[in-house]
């Protein structure tokens, strides 16, 4: 027997050309701020994770691994790139402690002062040939402690989002916090096609690849004071708090809705594993082998990117026609047939590279704009704000963290054939997720 509670001054849906209104005892907020507040924060993360995913390929190997040849370079670097998603479920954990004690502002200025902390640490760090392993070293603690501060810089504006989402919209709005993805990776691969095509090789690698990461610096601050300005005042304050959007214990989370962040992790596992075999592991393959041009693989894959924002947002439109669901689920299968032609197209010429480059960016693109929201709406109010970010932190992690370096590492090693096995397990991950997930929610 189940019961329904009812709360006082719940906030009602977006509706139309209106406002979010949590009662009459506070001012209106246009769903609008809500969803700019969404993706500058999202960007500037993956525009973040995407500096430092491009320079693992085309800076790390030679500045920090020169003693090993380009592909073991490649690979080291690769470690050293999952540790931010071994930590980032940590730093959720950290946060949420850190915010029953002393509020979201002090736990959104503390991942602030550690992600720029991390992330200038970066831009100044001397190389190997200066130092030796102890610029290895830094660089791992300094992706640990970016790793950290990506957990705690959780706003819970998604989920605010997609609670006041009119039930027609609600694949539109879950699209909006998605979108960053593609527009952090386009922006992040300009800056860095821009500065390999201006400066000479010795130049980029002694403080030309810098650059990128003292943007990340700057983009970093201005967005989480933006979202800070936006979290704390009184108006989403008590949109939150009516929401009942709030940190809740990781060790309570678990024992009452720990298999619902099963579920959700596993059921966008397909979306997460192909994130980065078409972004970073691209261009460290064709870097690796030498059938292209570095800056033409940039080139398409800003292109690409493009691509990944249009899909982004045509799965918004498609999700809310067809089901958020089947949505997912039919990309599964898509991305499951990409998977099987995957070796053609990359042990390819340049053409077919490309196309498995933009190819794999629509099919991200559609598949990725609801990974995030389908299975995190069967969390109730209360456990939603941190079941949320444990789930998305626990999809990075078993989905995307290893992904460029299992898929390198094992493609070297046995041939492209690794790749179309990864995916291929992370669509028969999803499909059977989704069925789990449609067989519990039969027996309630």
């Known amino acids: ?13 977006i509706s139309g050309p209106g406002a979010i209104s949590g009662g009459a005892s506070h001012a209106k907020v246009a769903p609008g701020e809500i969803a ?5 924060g999202r960007a500037s993360e993956y525009f973040d994770f995407f500096v430092f995913g491009i320079a693992c390929v085309l800076v790390f190997p030679k500045v920090f691994f020169p003693f090993e040849e380009p592909l073991e370079g490649t690979l080291w670097a690769f470690v050293i790139f ?15 402690a850190i915010q029953r004690r002393w509020g979201r ?3 959104l ?7 720029g902390t991390a992330t200038v640490g970066m831009a100044f760090l001397p190389g190997y040939s200066s130092i030796g392993m102890h610029a290895i070293i830094l660089l791992a603690v300094f992706r640990c402690l970016q790793g950290l501060a990506f957990g705690g810089s959780w706003d819970g504006l998604p989920s605010l989002l997609a609670l006041n989402a009119p039930p027609n919209r609600r694949g539109w709005y879950s699209m909006m916090g998605q979108l960053g993805a ?12 821009y500065l390999h095509l201006t400066l000479t090789q010795n130049d980029f690698l002694e403080w030309g ?3 990128p990461f003292f943007v990340a610096f700057a983009i970093n601050v201005v967005a989480l004071f933006a979202r800070l300005r936006l979290v704390v005042t009184e108006e989403y304050t008590q949109l939150l708090e009516e929401g009942e959007l709030e940190p809740i214990g990781i060790r309570e989370i678990i024992s009452q809705q720990g298999y619902n962040m099963f579920i959700g992790a596993f059921a966008a596992l397909a979306s997460y594993a192909l994130f980065h075999l078409v972004t970073v592991f691209p261009l460290s393959w064709i870097a690796v082998s030498g059938t292209q041009q570095i800056s033409d693989v940039l080139i398409t894959q800003i292109i690409g990117a493009v691509l990944g924002i249009l899909g982004t947002i045509a799965s918004g439109w498609l999700a809310d026609r067809i089901g958020r669901r089947t949505t997912l689920g039919l990309l599964a299968v898509l991305i499951g047939i990409f998977a099987v032609v995957s070796p053609w197209l990359m042990g390819g010429g340049p053409k077919a590279q490309d196309a498995f480059i933009l190819i794999g960016f629509a099919l991200l693109g559609l598949s990725y704009g609801q990974a995030s929201g389908t299975v995190t709406a069967n969390f109730t109010r209360r456990y939603r704000y941190t079941g949320a970010a444990l789930t998305s932190d626990m999809a990075w992690l078993i989905g995307a963290a290893f992904a460029p370096l299992v898929a390198l590492g094992l493609s070297a090693r046995f041939g492209l054939v690794a790749v179309s096995v990864y995916l291929l397990s992370g669509v028969a991950c999803t499909l059977l997720a989704l069925r789990i ?7 309630d």
């Open 1 to 13: 027997m189940s019961t329904t509670t009812q709360y006082p001054g719940r906030p009602s849906p």
């Open 36 to 40: 700019v507040g969404v993706v500058v």
């Open 82 to 96: 999952s540790f931010a998603f071994i930590m980032r479920p940590i730093g959720t954990a950290i946060s949420m």
């Open 105 to 107: 502002a002090t736990k």
């Open 109 to 115: 200025t503390v991942a602030l002062f550690v992600l």
């Open 182 to 193: 593609p527009v952090g990776f386009m922006v992040a691969s300009a800056l860095f096609l």
């Open 209 to 211: 690849w810098r650059y």
């Open 437 to 443: 997930n449609k067989v519990l929610e039969t027996r």
